[in-house]
Structure formats: C-alpha cells, structure tokens
C-alpha cells in the first residue's frame, strides 16, 4: 500500500485539464471525459508501477489535457529488457481492461454502448501510444531496438529522425482524411514540440547518460564490447562509440599494431573529472 500511496502522490493534473473537464460538463460529455482519462490514468500507471518494482526514480505522473506522460529520472543506463518492462507496462493495461469491460458487459452490468465506447478509447490509445513517434511508447521502443546494436547517440539522433517521418506521414493522413479535427492538431503540435526540444537537446542528453554512467549508481553491465579506437581519436569521439548495456574495453591502435587497451572509467574520468577535454585517447596511456 505504501508503494501505491507514493505513486499517488506523483500524480500531477495540468491546470488546462480542468477547464476540459469543465467544458465536459457544459456540453453533457463528462462521462466520455471521464472515462477517457481514467483510460490514460491507468495506462501511466502501469508506467509507474513498473518503474516502481525495478526501484527507478519517478519524477512524476502528469495528466494533460489530451493525454499523459510518467516522467522517470532515469538517464539511459537502465538494462534494455528492464526498461522495455517499464515501456511495454502501459499499453499491456488496456488488455485486462477491455477484458473487465467485456465481463461486465456479458453480466450485464454495463450497458453495451457504454462498453464499446470503453472499446474504442481503449484500442484509439494503444494504437495512438504505438505509433513509432517519441515520446510515444512506440518512439521509446524503437529507441531501445536501435540500442541493441548502435551506439547512444546514434541510435537516439535516429529515433527522433524516424519519428519526424512518422509524424509527418500521420499529419498528412490526418490533413485528407480529417483536417478539422482540432484535438488531433493539438497532440500533433505538442508531439512536433517533444521532438523538437528533444533534438535540440540531444547532445545533453547524451552527455547526461555519460555522467550517470561515471557518477551515477554503476548497473552490472555483462556485455563486454571492445571498442576499437585511433590513437589520433579525441575522447569524445571514443565516448560517441558507448553503447547501452554494455561495458568498453577501448582498444588504442596505432600504425597497425595495438599501443594498448584502456577501461572505459578511466576515460570518462578523464573527460569529467580532469576535464581533458581536447585530448586524444593515445595521452591517456602514459597516464594509466
């Protein structure tokens, strides 16, 4: 119960929630928005209880007024299949609620509009929620399967490349099929903005998963991928080469041959602590 109260407690409703809320009212649509928004409570709950269970700090659970976001304090250094739990938590809600709208509905407890209104909200979020589009749990998605193989910031720049196309082929849809649907223009223009403000602080946020990965509590990372590496290389271009879930070897070649092998601690030590910040990885082995 303690777990439940704290996740509670996170919980945030933007100022602009109510007066939708009160425009439901005016209109005679408070049900509809209501269930709606217990729709979307559910899904960012089932976020957070994920989160909760593998001990990842939440920041906070906001409701907005076109839909939700569980905001983690997390930076990337969270094993792949566990952040894929957290990421897979919230659309695997609508499935037991569509069945428990479908046994209250063969009981006769709910009316059957009432149930495939439930239906539709349901199936219109998880496949909403799926689109390959960050911050959308399918954006995340392709996030973590590009990080299987390829380094963080080239995976995350490709996430939000696949997501502008993505979004783009949705807004052109949108555009023939219903250009006067307003609520949609505004998840689309909020989800324009997430991207935008995500690419133009992409090079922090790669910077912030190095420092938690130095700093930060350290995760056993089992994997071990060498990274081979010019002597002539800066150490930021070496740190580029870091990938999620697994631990660097780097390689020091030169002229053909190895000069020697560095662990990837004593680099981002290097690179934060004793800010060398211009030099190449080759200085660091008279150093270690």
């Not at 119960?1 to 996740?7: E, P």
């Not at 969270?78 to 609620?97: D, N, S």
């Not at 990372?221 to 271009?237: R, T, V, Y």
């Amino acid at each position: 119960m303690s777990r439940v109260r704290d996740l509670l407690q996170q919980v945030y409703i933007h100022p602009l929630l109510w007066i939708i809320v009160a425009l439901s009212i005016a209109t005679a649509h408070f049900r509809e928005v209501c269930l709606l928004l217990g729709i979307i409570f559910i899904h960012e709950m089932g976020h957070a209880a994920a989160a909760s269970f593998f001990s990842w700090r939440i920041k906070k659970i906001t409701l907005l007024p076109f839909g939700g976001v569980a905001e983690m304090d997390e930076h990337g250094n969270r094993p792949l299949k566990e952040e894929a739990i957290v990421v897979l938590a919230g659309p695997l809600q609508h499935v037991w609620m569509v069945g428990l709208g479908f046994l209250l509905y063969t009981n006769s407890l709910v009316s059957a509009d009432l149930f495939y209104l439930f239906f539709q909200y349901n199936l219109m979020i998880l496949i909403f929620n799926l689109f390959p589009v960050w911050p959308l749990d399918g954006g995340k998605l392709v996030f973590l399967f590009m990080s299987l193989k390829k380094s963080f910031p080239f995976a995350h720049r490709v996430t939000l490349q696949i997501s502008f196309i993505s979004l783009t082929i949705f807004s052109l849809l949108i555009l023939f099929t219903a250009p006067y649907h307003l609520n949609v223009w505004v998840v689309i223009a909020f989800l324009y903005f997430s991207l935008y403000h995500e690419w133009k602080q992409r090079r922090f946020i790669f910077m912030r998963f190095l420092l938690e990965r130095y700093y930060g509590k350290k995760s056993d990372l089992h994997l071990l991928k060498p990274i081979q590496a010019n002597e002539h290389d800066l150490l930021i271009h070496v740190l580029e080469k870091f990938q999620r879930g697994c631990k660097h070897p780097i390689i020091v070649e030169g002229n053909g041959m190895e000069k020697g092998m560095l662990d990837e601690n004593e680099l981002l030590h290097a690179y934060f602590t004793e800010k060398r910040l211009t030099d190449k990885v080759s200085d660091l082995l008279f150093m270690f």
